[in-house]
């Protein structure tokens, strides 16, 4: 049985996690660091993990503690959030290389990253893998026991995914995708220009059925009706099912993907259509995406918004000033690359450090 810590336990992705994983059979969690915010969903989450037997930790320090571990489970942010964790860890955990121990990063971060780590953490004794989740809250919270849980897309060195395929099968449904170190990220990646793609295609059903049938107001039964309908056909979605199905029906606009954490993938996606040579009309709808998210919290501050919000923006009476924040970021007449660098610069300060494009560990 692995003995584990995790960080981020309390998140969406992680939390659910506790559940699954107890009775322990397979993996003992043992202490877990929180470094979300305060919630009624953090606070389920941090009763079940105390239930399970993990206790709570202030620092990285505690921990590792005495290097009791078999490794650490990590789904905290994004390159600029989890780059400074991956390094202490490393070196924490180097002090007990004897162990052999790892860390599982689940966060979604960019290939780049998940290409160093690994270097760098096997000069600390530490075997690193990235394997990154899809399949949105709902399907963390079904975990591997049901056929809807989330996705786990494995990379990296073979051995730790098969030492690891019994805590990995708890939590959802593992494919190993080689042992190239980003290619875990790569796939999600790939994930997410379905993701993204078909939120747009959703929004703009929401838009145009607003305007052609409902008063240019979104929402209600007979929209809710007509879009579950459509979405059985050919143009269906899964983003219509996990998030945009209750912002339509229920006026629920706050549960799904969170925006500030989206619209840092879609930076990552359209880099890497970028990096891979394919051409605007792939890499274009990703900055799109990443800008329409960044308008949204802009318009929008003080609401913790889900991606399927973006919605609300769409619409006949908000089209100029959506075409106008486009507009002034470049979207329609500057390169790519460009339009990448103003997107990152629009986003809330958080969000724009999160996002650490070109990621680089430093050498002791």
Not at 61 to 86: F, S
Not at 194 to 208: D, E, S
Not at 220 to 246: I, K, P, V, Y
Not at 299 to 327: G, I, N
Request: hydrophobic share 45%; aromatic share 8%; charged share 20%.
């Amino acid at each position: 049985m692995l003995k584990l810590a995790y960080i981020g336990g309390l998140g969406m992705m992680a939390g659910p996690g506790a559940f699954h994983l107890t009775p322990a059979d397979v993996a003992r969690v043992v202490r877990y660091h929180d470094r979300g915010r305060p919630g009624e969903a953090r606070e389920r989450f941090r009763q079940a993990w105390r239930k399970h037997g993990a206790a709570p930790v202030r620092d990285l320090e505690a921990l590792v503690g005495d290097g009791d571990l078999d490794g650490v489970v990590l789904c905290a942010g994004k390159n600029g959030d989890d780059l400074p964790i991956v390094t202490e860890l490393a070196r924490r955990l180097s002090r007990f290389r004897e162990r052999n121990p790892f860390i599982l990063h689940l966060s979604t971060v960019s290939p780049t990253f998940a290409e160093r780590a690994v270097p760098f953490c096997a000069g600390h004794g530490v075997r690193y893998a990235n394997y990154p989740l899809t399949g949105g809250p709902q399907g963390a919270a079904l975990g591997g026991a049901d056929p809807r849980g989330m996705l786990i897309l494995a990379a990296g060195e073979r051995s730790l995914y098969e030492q690891l395929l019994p805590l990995l099968e708890r939590l959802g449904h593992p494919r190993y995708f080689g042992a190239v170190p980003g290619a875990g990220a790569v796939t999600k990646l790939i994930s997410h220009h379905l993701v993204f793609n078909g939120l747009t295609g959703v929004c703009a059903a929401v838009a145009l059925h607003s305007e052609a049938f409902n008063d240019s107001v979104p929402g209600g039964a007979a929209q809710h009706d007509c879009l579950a309908f459509l979405n059985g056909g050919a143009g269906g979605t899964r983003q219509w099912e996990l998030s945009m199905s209750r912002g339509v029906g229920e006026g629920v606009w706050d549960a799904g993907f969170a925006v500030r954490h989206a619209m840092v993938d879609a930076i990552y996606a359209a880099q890497l259509a970028l990096d891979l040579g394919l051409p605007r009309m792939l890499v274009q709808p990703m900055i799109h995406t990443a800008l329409a998210f960044s308008h949204l919290l802009m318009r929008r501050p003080d609401q913790a918004l889900a991606t399927h919000a973006v919605a609300l923006e769409t619409l006949a009476s908000e089209a100029d000033a959506l075409d106008a924040f486009m507009q002034g970021m470049g979207a329609f007449d500057q390169s790519p690359r460009q339009q990448i660098a103003n997107a990152i610069a629009s986003f809330p300060e958080a969000v724009r450090e999160s996002v650490r494009i070109d990621p680089r560990f430093d050498t002791d």
